[in-house]
């Protein structure tokens, strides 16, 4: 079905409520394990409905933030999704509870029901109103984005549209973007503090009221981190500014000397060669046939997949007034329909959003006949190996987008991922210690932005660039609004796909096995069971970073671009 054709119909919570309950009443009155599968297989039925328009509702709110009919949709859905987990987490106990929980696990394994037991502990009907309050001012930050007007050169345009003037070969055009941008953020910063001052308050008087001592563990618990603790992740950050920010602070270095600066400053931090960064070539249609060509050309999975989506209007990637400015996968289970919303603006970031979601899209779409429907999804740590792996799955066609250019784009697709590893760990512990210290005023938190950022991209010269210089970096990343300690995942779910990329160069059809090995796993496994089942590097082993800094290395070594 197309997306247009896509039915809406307001899960009304009166309604939705009594059902959930009448399903709560039939699981529980199950006489025989046959009877419990069976009305648990009602509830997961129903269930998907619900799921399916709440996304609906999400996905149609966030292609146009000023469409009212589906503004107060969304709105509805953030105020009842809270008192609807009362219900849902009511089956979950019930289900944990039952007598036949044994036969449900050997159906579908153990893991579904440690997760369940995790979600208990992220809810109790006493923060209905805190989680409604959080959702309310999750919104408030996304449409406070995507309402940004920027005045630039005459016109008027969004956040995502400025993009490539930080890339302008003209370094006067770069200054004033880069001002421009300040300026605008500036002008909201008190709206921006104040909005992730009620944030952190929030998140804190949930946690407490769950019986966490800080939010920090009922964050781990939201992102249903099942095998591994902060001590773990702590021990990442350390190993990757031991082997990863020596890499970016010498390939920034080389950066600096290749555009002729003394140092890369916030100005020219996204300007990467003298002759310009790699930009894709063609339209957004053309960009758009080859893109078909590559995925018809991997495999028959993926070109089933694409058509598919393209067939059903699944993708929204142009940028438009009003749309948030943002990126992501989300899933309609009624129709088994993933969507891929992005916001391309001509930069080479538009073929890497389109192959990173395509990744997520891929990994669901080839899930979606798993069953039951919790299975579908692992946690955002392993979704992002689906999406950083098939970034580099298609590198081979990357010809066809840059041309000329695609020398450059390697070269700055490995420079950017690496860059990644030091800014999800500047954001993890940033984010760590915030929430330690939920006291903390506006200038405390840019104050330690500032400190981190020197600790873990020392490179940086904020050029005293007001939104930069005082330490307001951060507050243009909706993880840290939105979804707390979800960025360190991009680190974890990184290194596997680094190993990926070195082994697709190698022996290209092992390392696509192995990729649809570990997609077939979807939810059924934590993500330190999946690496070993897969025999992939663990990142939580020192010994696996190093590995994957040195090839890095070495291929940077050998691809480097000085001229
Ligand atoms: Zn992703």
């Known amino acids: 079905m197309k997306f247009s054709q896509m039915e809406y119909k307001r899960p009304n919570f009166e309604e939705t409520n009594a059902k959930y309950k009448e399903l709560l009443k039939n699981i529980k009155a199950a006489k025989t394990a046959e009877e419990c599968f069976t009305a648990y297989n009602a509830f997961n039925d129903y269930n998907i409905v619900v799921q399916s328009m709440f996304n609906l509702a999400n996905i149609r709110k966030s292609l146009n933030t000023k469409d ?126 104040s909005i992730f001052d009620a944030l952190v308050k929030v998140r804190t008087r949930i946690a407490k009221k769950l019986g966490y001592e800080s939010f920090t563990e009922l964050g781990y618990h939201r992102l249903q981190r099942n095998s591994y603790d902060q001590n773990m992740v702590a021990k990442l950050r350390e190993g990757i500014l031991k082997y990863f920010v020596p890499i970016t602070t010498r390939l920034k270095a080389e950066q600096a000397k290749r555009i002729g600066v003394p140092s890369i400053t916030i100005v020219d931090s996204g300007f990467s060669y003298p002759d310009g960064n790699p930009t894709p070539k063609g339209t957004p249609d053309e960009i758009f046939e080859h893109g078909k060509k590559m995925y018809a050309e991997l495999s028959p999975e993926t070109s089933k997949f694409f058509n598919f989506m393209v067939d059903n209007e699944l993708f929204d990637v142009l940028t ?207 993500f330190m069971d999946l690496v070993e089942a897969c025999d992939l590097p663990n990142p939580f082993e020192p010994d696996n970073l190093k590995l994957v800094a040195d090839m890095v290395l070495e291929w940077i070594e050998g691809n480097g671009i000085l001229q």
């Open 320 to 526: 438009k007034p009003n749309k948030e400015v943002i990126a992501y996968m989300d899933y309609i289970p009624m129709h088994k329909s993933p969507f891929i919303f992005a916001n391309f603006n001509g930069t080479s970031e538009d073929i890497d959003l389109l192959t990173h979601e395509a990744g997520h899209g891929y990994a669901t779409y080839m899930a979606k006949d798993i069953y039951p429907y919790k299975l579908l999804f692992g946690p955002e740590d392993v979704a992002e190996i689906h999406a950083m792996a098939m970034e580099f799955f298609a590198w081979p066609w990357m010809e066809g987008f840059f041309g000329e250019d695609t020398k450059k784009y390697y070269h700055n697709h490995i420079s950017t991922i690496v860059g990644l590893f030091s800014y999800g760990a500047l954001a993890d512990e940033f984010q760590h210690l915030i929430y330690a210290k939920p006291e903390m005023t506006a200038s405390d938190r840019n104050e330690l932005w500032l400190s981190l950022s020197a600790k873990y991209r020392p490179w940086l010269d904020t050029a005293d660039i007001p939104f930069w210089a005082e330490g307001r970096g951060w507050q243009e990343n909706d993880h840290i609004y939105q979804c707390p300690f979800y960025y360190i995942d991009y680190c974890l779910a990184g290194v596997v796909a680094l190993s990926f990329w070195a082994l697709s160069q190698r022996d290209f059809k092992t390392a696509w096995a192995k990729y649809n090995q570990l997609v077939g796993f979807a939810g059924t496994k934590t």
């Open 68 to 193: 009212e009919f589906y503004a107060a949709e969304h709105e509805y859905i953030e105020e009842i999704g809270p008192e609807l987990e009362k219900a849902t987490q009511e089956i979950s106990k019930a289900l944990l509870e039952s007598p036949f929980r044994k036969e449900m696990e050997d159906a579908w394994g153990k893991l579904m029901f440690t997760n369940l037991e995790m979600e208990q502990k992220t809810f109790s009907p006493e923060v209905i109103e805190d989680l409604q309050e959080e959702n309310k001012l999750s919104t408030e930050w996304a449409d406070l984005m995507a309402s940004a007007v920027i005045e630039f050169e005459g016109k008027q345009l969004n956040l995502s549209k400025m993009g490539p003037y930080f890339q302008n070969l003209d370094r006067e055009v770069r200054k004033k973007a880069v001002n421009t941008c300040s300026d605008w953020f500036m002008a909201h910063s008190e709206q921006l503090d």
